[in-house]
T-cell receptor
């Protein structure tokens, strides 16, 4: 079966660093995605990991460990506009579908 | 026009009504999707079309009927819905194929309320 777990809510302070974790179980892994979704808006692509290690893109970084079924999204120098939901999604090798977690709602406070 | 556009953005309908949601993508992609997003639940895949052919129906009730006349347009026809069908319906597109990452490009969604 397939299962993706991530925390429901997190809070952080402007300027700080926050790490959003995602663990997954899938019968066949073919990549992990992170999406950002502001309230009332479309999810937008943040990062894609298919090999182990860290991918850095500006203030955002994403890490993957396939052996542990684990990923995290790291947000540095938090800004108020980073308040959003962050969706972890795994691409299943067999079906080629993206399976989403419930999302982590991040609130950034001044 | 760029990206993925959905209309209407908001829709309120009674259980006996018939309505349709429309999605259009201007990205040259060959795969299109309907997802349902309910509060505190993961995005649920409903339908997948590859090159206009339906390749996935994720056990969706027949009161939801998709239509894909070409690779740029996708519809979701709605009839005799239930209040529990109230949700945000998201359309997405991607470039299908083994070389593609499968990254999805989403529209802003149609917020549906069934009374």
């Amino acid at each position: 079966g397939q299962n993706i777990d991530q925390p429901t809510e997190m809070t952080a302070t402007e300027g700080a660093i926050v790490q959003i974790n995602c663990t997954y179980q899938t019968s066949g892994f073919n990549g992990l995605f992170w999406y950002q979704q502001h309230a009332g808006e479309a999810p937008t692509f943040l990062s894609y990991n298919v090999l182990d290690g860290l991918e850095e893109k500006g203030r955002f970084s994403s890490f993957l460990s396939r052996s542990k079924g684990y990923s995290y999204l790291l947000l540095k120098e938090l800004q108020m506009k980073d308040s959003a939901s962050y969706l972890c999604a795994v691409r299943d090798r067999g079906t080629d579908k993206l399976i989403f977690g419930t999302g982590t709602r991040l609130q950034v406070f001044p | 026009e760029t990206g993925v556009t959905q209309t209407p953005r908001h829709l309120v309908m009674g259980m006996t009504n018939k309505k349709s949601l429309k999605c259009e993508q201007h990205l040259g992609h060959n795969a299109m999707y309907w997802y349902k997003q309910s509060a505190k639940k993961p995005l649920e895949l409903m339908f997948v079309y590859n090159f206009k052919e339906q390749t996935e129906n994720n056990s969706v009730p027949s009161r939801f009927s998709p239509e894909c006349p070409n690779s740029s347009h996708l519809f979701l026809h709605l009839h005799t819905l239930q209040p529990e069908d109230s949700a945000l319906y998201l359309c997405a597109s991607s470039q299908a194929g083994l070389a593609a990452t499968g990254e999805l490009f989403f529209g802003e969604g149609s917020r549906l309320t069934v009374l």
